[in-house]
């Protein structure tokens, strides 16, 4: 095997670094020899298949056609005037320009490992680098709970969906109100769940929890109603417990205090508890259309969504007004499409009479 040509600007190279001892038993387009030229230092693959003599000395210059190795079928001896180098029994050998860029880039011996060769070239460690610089951000605990929860809801629960366009100009002018009425920030959330919980005699499957073999529904004695807070650092649904029998101040203190807990992440386990339907809050401007995954253990989850101006003609005339829509996800083995039509009808109703009582 003679020495290629590299380039056309060199007459002589340096061997700077046999890859391959004397008496190695070699594969065609193995690496065998590093030569140095003025611009790089590049790998000379073997060009036949067989047992490996060197014919040129360590760190000698040597030409383009000058004998470089001898491959054969039998070991030959290895002449003195020749040094071998010694892989490493309990590794691979890494030539001197993959040694280069692994402390270029930053690429241990132990990720060199996982690469599962006998010989490291520059490419493998320049490869290798690139599939491990991907960015990574780790997840809060919280986000990884979430990320449990919607995938054991997606793998477990067949859900279907269902929205109600609700006009909330009267609602929106009423929270005003009732703000300074109760002296506690109340809003859309506030009272859709008000108007959730008292549809729980009406509608009880909506508050239940599928019994097991799926054969019947167990229904529970109270609207315990969970309402998302997602503050940035991760989701918490916070319940307020038998919202049904509390008054829109008692509702509006507990989601305020629901609020401080949510910035500290400080809920308590019972905070977090119970929930048998969720309320879940899209208020962030621009987003007309949410679809919740169902929480484990529940059987809906009502969307709100941030109201948006919409125009519409009056008799001839152009008017605007607000509105949200207002998505049910449900499971399809305890409700059906036409009762959570209703449901949503029957919640506009009571958000629309609990605005005009209180």
Same mark, same amino acid.
């Given at each position: 095997?003679?020495?290629?040509?590299?380039?056309?600007?060199?007459?002589?190279?340096?061997?700077?670094?046999?890859?391959?001892?004397?008496?190695?038993?070699?594969?065609?387009?193995?690496?065998?020899?590093?030569?140095?030229?003025?611009?790089?230092?590049?790998?000379?693959?073997?060009?036949?298949?067989?047992?490996?003599?060197?014919?040129?000395?360590?760190?000698?210059?040597?030409?383009?056609?000058?004998?470089?190795?001898?491959?054969?079928?039998?070991?030959?001896?290895?002449?003195?005037?020749?040094?071998?180098?010694?892989?490493?029994?309990?590794?691979?050998?890494?030539?001197?320009?993959?040694?280069?860029?692994?402390?270029?880039?930053?690429?241990?011996?132990?990720?060199?490992?996982?690469? #599962?060769?006998?010989?490291?070239?520059?490419?493998? &460690?320049? %490869? =290798?680098? !690139? +599939?491990?610089?991907?960015?990574? $951000?780790? @997840?809060?605990?919280?986000?990884?709970?979430?990320?449990?929860?919607?995938?054991?809801?997606?793998?477990?629960?067949?859900?279907?969906?269902?929205?109600?366009?609700?006009?909330?100009?009267?609602?929106?002018?009423?929270?005003?109100?009732?703000?300074?009425?109760?002296?506690?920030?109340? #809003?859309?959330?506030?009272?859709?769940?008000?108007? &959730?919980? %008292? =549809?729980? !005699? +009406?509608?009880?499957?909506?508050? $239940?929890? @599928?019994?097991?073999?799926?054969?019947?529904?167990?229904?529970?004695?109270?609207?315990?109603?969970?309402?998302?807070?997602?503050?940035?650092?991760?989701?918490?649904?916070?319940?307020?417990?038998?919202?049904?029998?509390?008054?829109?101040?008692?509702?509006?203190?507990?989601?305020?205090?629901?609020?401080?807990?949510?910035?500290?992440?400080?809920?308590?386990?019972?905070?977090?508890?119970?929930?048998?339907?969720?309320?879940? @809050?899209?208020?962030?401007?621009?987003?007309?259309?949410?679809?919740?995954?169902?929480?484990?253990?529940?059987?809906?989850?009502?969307?709100?969504?941030?109201?948006?101006?919409?125009?519409?003609?009056?008799?001839?005339?152009?008017?605007?007004?607000?509105?949200?829509?207002?998505?049910?996800?449900?499971?399809?083995?305890?409700?059906?499409?036409?009762?959570?039509?209703?449901?949503?009808?029957?919640?506009?109703?009571?958000?629309?009479?609990?605005?005009?009582?209180?």
């Amino acid at each position: 095997m003679k020495v290629p040509k590299l380039n056309n600007n060199d007459d002589t190279y340096v061997l700077v670094e046999w890859l391959v001892a004397t008496g190695t038993e070699v594969k065609e387009g193995d690496p065998i020899a590093v030569l140095e030229t003025s611009k790089s230092a590049e790998e000379v693959p073997a060009d036949a298949t067989g047992v490996l003599r060197q014919e040129i000395a360590l760190m000698a210059d040597c030409a383009p056609g000058d004998l470089l190795a001898t491959i054969g079928a039998a070991a030959p001896a290895s002449p003195a005037a020749v040094a071998s180098p010694v892989a490493s029994p309990t590794g691979p050998v890494i030539t001197a320009p993959a040694r280069a860029a692994m402390d270029e880039l930053g690429v241990t011996e132990a990720q060199i490992a996982t690469l #599962g060769v006998n010989v490291v070239r520059r490419a493998d &460690v320049e %490869r =290798l680098a !690139a +599939e491990t610089s991907t960015r990574t $951000a780790p @997840l809060s605990k919280v986000q990884q709970a979430v990320g449990r929860a919607v995938t054991l809801s997606h793998s477990t629960i067949p859900a279907a969906y269902a929205v109600l366009d609700m006009a909330l100009d009267e609602e929106l002018a009423a929270t005003r109100r009732l703000t300074k009425q109760v002296r506690r920030p109340v #809003g859309l959330a506030e009272l859709f769940v008000m108007g &959730v919980a %008292r =549809l729980h !005699a +009406e509608f009880p499957l909506f508050f $239940a929890t @599928l019994g097991s073999g799926g054969t019947q529904a167990v229904l529970s004695e109270a609207a315990n109603v969970g309402v998302t807070f997602d503050t940035g650092d991760g989701l918490y649904v916070p319940v307020v417990h038998d919202a049904g029998a509390k008054t829109l101040q008692e509702v509006a203190t507990r989601l305020m205090e629901y609020r401080v807990a949510a910035m500290k992440g400080d809920f308590s386990a019972a905070d977090l508890a119970d929930a048998n339907i969720a309320v879940t @809050l899209h208020h962030d401007g621009g987003i007309t259309l949410a679809i919740p995954f169902i929480f484990p253990g529940t059987v809906c989850a009502l969307a709100v969504t941030a109201p948006q101006e919409v125009l519409y003609l009056d008799g001839g005339e152009v008017r605007s007004r607000q509105v949200a829509h207002i998505g049910l996800a449900y499971d399809h083995r305890l409700i059906n499409g036409r009762d959570a039509a209703r449901f949503l009808n029957a919640l506009q109703r009571e958000v629309r009479a609990l605005v005009a009582t209180e």
